[in-house]
């Protein structure tokens, strides 16, 4: 069985973490009494963060600085980063945060620009070009083409942590029962909803995010690019109100009346629940659903799911997000602090967290031997990262309002039926423009 000789690669592997040959220079800094108080991380609580956890107690037990961790669910903490950041003073010397906050934040002067540290030599980011370069740029790339991506101007302010892309996990073994294929495109995949339906009625055909805001909003988002769909045009006006919007919410549709009780309650975690317990035959999200599946205590299908390609619309085409880490201007310890982050992302770190089931963010882990034959979906994964598209949804200041008070609404409406398809992005597409142009984008 898979899992067993998962199980006993892991237990072969390396089994604690190895940073401290990277700890010297923070040891020697607390040592020297610059920084006598603990250094305070935000994290979120979301089950791959219980090894970065693990990870800052390693660091925190084995040279003797001392570490105080605060963990709050994922959507509370852009509230609560805001006000802590732009206090005089805060209590916080490291933040995991969403990547869709880097560009306001930086925007709003909260956090340490990495590139300026790094020029100064006072931060020293351990191969920053092994990093996934779709991920460093979503992760914490500020002031780049449109804002938030790459380009000349570009400057670095976030590292990626827990940074992902979406993936296709689906149940090899009903596959497998009647014979079918990973879907390639998304006309087989809206093809298999009502013969997985019909032939496994008690099976979820394929779990989704679809609650009212910024969920609904992510799932559109996810076929909407694949349909080459991008939410404004060059010069910022919305461009929602087409093909690729229009057929993003009819895949939405499909998936909501082939999903018993519908979506339009669902959450994130929801739909990791319900592929993990085995309720349904496929998920098509994030690829942090690998720790999840893995999960030799939680998960109930671990011996019997594959991979694929996010399916292909018009184009192929892949999500860029969850989490970066960064450090905040206020911190009381901005030495200590660069030199936990370099530690906590360097190669060694994020070797020692996958093998343990931690996301990978690094060419050099993706790629490693012994990580791929404990972990072989990590093939499937470096293959969709070529495609994974940091411009999947736009990262600027605005979006907040426009991801949960518009699209989320209106997308909503129309998959539950309540308005026309056309209707809503008409609606969509007026009230993104009133936001913008109430922020200035418009010149005229």
């Known amino acids: 069985m898979r899992s067993i000789r998962r199980r006993q690669l892991l237990k072969a592997s390396a089994s604690s973490f190895m940073l401290m040959p990277l700890l010297s220079s923070i040891s020697t800094s607390a040592q020297a009494g610059t920084s006598d108080h603990a250094l305070r991380i935000m994290i979120p609580s979301l089950p791959h963060f219980e090894l970065v956890k693990q990870s800052l107690k390693h660091i925190s037990a084995t040279s003797n600085i001392p570490i105080e961790i605060d963990l709050f669910p994922y959507l509370d903490m852009r509230n609560i980063q805001l006000a802590e950041l732009q206090k005089k003073q805060g209590k916080y010397d490291l933040i995991i945060m969403l990547a869709a906050w880097k560009t306001e934040f930086a925007a709003k002067k909260l956090l340490t620009n990495l590139s300026q540290e790094q020029k100064s030599g006072r931060l020293k980011i351990d191969d920053i070009n092994d990093f996934v370069p779709a991920y460093l740029t979503v992760a914490g790339k500020v002031g780049g083409d449109k804002g938030y991506l790459d380009g000349p101007n570009a400057q670095l302010f976030a590292l990626p942590l827990g940074t992902d892309t979406s993936i296709l996990a689906y149940r ?42 910024h969920q609904i909003t992510h799932a559109w988002l996810l076929h909407f690019n694949a349909f080459g769909g991008e939410v404004f045009d060059k010069t910022w006006r919305p461009s929602v109100n087409n093909a690729a919007g229009l057929k993003a919410i009819d895949v939405l549709k499909a998936i909501n009346a082939t999903t018993p009780g519908g979506i339009l309650d669902n959450l994130f975690a929801d739909m990791g629940n319900a592929f993990i317990s085995g309720n349904a035959a496929m998920y098509l999200d994030s690829s942090t659903v690998f720790g999840i599946i893995n999960d030799p205590v939680k998960s109930m299908v671990q011996d019997k799911v594959a991979y694929d390609l996010h399916p292909k619309g018009t184009i192929y085409s892949a999500e860029t997000g969850g989490f970066s880490i960064a450090v905040p201007r206020n911190t009381r310890a901005p030495a200590r602090s660069l030199q936990l982050l370099a530690s906590l992302t360097a190669k060694t770190s994020e070797k020692a967290m996958a093998r343990k089931g931690g996301i990978p963010v690094r060419m050099s882990t993706l790629h490693d031997p012994e990580l791929q034959n404990i972990f072989p979906e990590y093939a499937v994964l470096a293959k969709q990262l070529e495609y994974a598209n940091p411009n999947w949804r736009p990262i600027i200041p605005e979006w907040a309002s426009i991801n949960e008070q518009i699209l989320g609404i209106l997308i909503h409406d129309a998959v539950a039926g309540l308005i026309p398809p056309t209707v809503a992005l008409e609606q969509a597409e007026e009230k993104i423009k009133a936001v913008m142009k109430s922020s200035g984008r418009y010149k005229t």
């Not at 390639?184 to 979820?204: F, G, Q, S, W």
Request: with cysteine; charged share 25%.
């Open 172 to 213: 090899s073994d009903i596959f497998q029962k009647y014979n079918w294929k990973a879907p390639v495109t998304y006309d087989e995949l809206l093809a298999l909803l009502p013969m997985i339906r019909k032939h496994e009625p008690n099976l979820i055909p394929l779990c989704s995010r679809g609650a009212r805001g």
